[in-house]
């Protein structure tokens, strides 16, 4: 397989990556001087590093400036980063060091990350601060595919297995309901009306959607069999029924976040789950009320090339009085 289809193979699946490797594309190519489509690049793909990837940074926000702002270049970083990650999942092209500086923690110094985001912190010619965006509807579907395996085989005797299960039920609320990790774990059980198939949150009454109906009503059965609920009744809580801390990492989702998407921050679940709701026209006061959310990461909450809002921008536009008449 050439570069050529392990890209488009790679677009295919993550879509909303298309532009991001198609600027890494450019990058290569010219400095390859060569086309992409032959098999000789392959040995190229073995040799890349970090720092190759950190010059085709350089160049689309120095030399063509493509990016301008820091949120922009750090998707672009992360595009790059799991587009080798797919590269090494998929095909048989050899490089370790590159897999492992993308596989590396974070806040690990010679981690690809934190090479990548060295340059985007202190460059003075990207604007703003790194501000985390809504999930892609890639990024969304693959999460929401993850949560359900979750409740596959219903078997949660261990540790592990059971906070995966309660995390992906965390993951479904926040990206149906842009709920705040903070709202989130101050849920208890009598605030799910199992025989009316609804959730209360901060006094507004939500309907859960059957499948997660089901699949909360099951990890009740199961934490009420065992009689693993703590003392204060709170649904999202551990083995144990130690609660979750302000600590988005005590829940585990950033964790499998970062092994699903290459993203760690709940911020972007919460974004995506509140623009869901603002493009179904709720007010900003109700959203507000509702989920937790700061003024700030409301209005944060609406990619600007997001072509399903402007479909829907456009249809309401339509509605609008005397619209044939202009």
Known sequence: MNYKEITENFVREYSDYKSDIANFSEYIEADWKNSLSGDQLRILLQGIDVDFILKSLIYNV???????????????????????????????IVNPDLYDAISYNRLRENSYMQQMMAYIDKCEMLAGIVEQEPLTSTEAE??????????????????????????????????????????????????YNEMYNCITVNGFELRLPLKLSIQLRNIKKFVFDKKIINGKNLIFAGFQGEAWNDITSSSGIPDYMGTLIGITSVTSIVKYGISQLLKAGLSDSIIKKM??????????????????LKQIINAKILMADWYYEF
Not at 73 to 81: L, N, S, W
Not at 152 to 175: C, H, L, P
Request: with cysteine; proline share 0%; net charge positive.
């Open 291 to 308: 989920t937790g959310a700061s003024e700030k990461i409301i209005q944060g909450c609406l990619l600007q090339e997001d072509n399903e």
């Open 62 to 92: 120095e030399v063509v400036k493509r990016y301008k702002s820091k949120t922009k270049a750090k998707r672009y970083a992360t595009v790059i980063g799991q587009f080798f990650n797919y590269i090494r999942k998929t095909t048989d």
């Open 142 to 191: 693959k999460i929401l595919i993850w949560t359900n395996e979750q409740f596959i085989a219903q078997e949660w005797e261990d540790a592990t297995s059971f906070r995966k299960a309660v995390a992906a039920i965390g993951i479904k609320m926040m990206m149906l309901y842009g709920i705040t990790y903070r709202e989130l774990r101050k849920i208890k059980w009598n605030d």
